[in-house]
């Protein structure tokens, strides 16, 4: 299965949340459904986050990652208190998603409408 793309919102008249993030970040829906969790449970660690989507921890830690990777979600480590450490999750604010995407979508239809105008039919 490839990654969703922007070019795959269009002709879509009523496209959700979930689903421009995945097609504009490049990212799965279910690392986007993953995204929309942790903005709702933040701090949280992997198995919580297992817990609350009802997933594979692996397959969890992986969203984790592809997030972290796209700039959509941060990592800290807690110390625990009889020792050793947790790694927890935050996702960044809703806000700041909703102005990368609107950043990523105008440079997009930017390019695009470069397209148009330098088509040239004697260039064909």
């Known amino acids: 299965m490839t990654d969703p793309t922007i070019e ?4 879509d008249v ?3 949340f979930g689903h421009v993030l995945s097609c504009v970040f490049g990212v799965q829906d279910h690392e986007s459904r993953t995204y929309l969790t942790l903005t709702a ?7 919580e986050l297992a817990d609350v989507l009802d997933r594979d921890r692996s397959n969890v830690n992986r ?3 592809t997030l972290r990777e796209k700039g959509l979600a941060e990592r800290r480590r807690r110390l625990l208190d009889d ?11 809703i806000p700041e998603a909703k102005t990368r995407l ?6 997009w ?10 088509f040239d039919p004697a260039d064909r």
């Open 83 to 93: 020792g050793g450490y947790v790694y927890q999750y935050t996702a960044i604010p």
């Open 102 to 107: 609107h950043d990523a979508l105008d440079e």
């Open 14 to 16: 009523s496209p959700s």
């Open 8 to 11: 795959d919102l269009v002709g």
């Open 41 to 47: 449970h933040p701090d949280s660690t992997v198995a």
């Open 109 to 118: 239809v930017a390019g695009v409408h470069d397209a148009i105008e330098a």
């Open 63 to 65: 969203s984790l990652s």
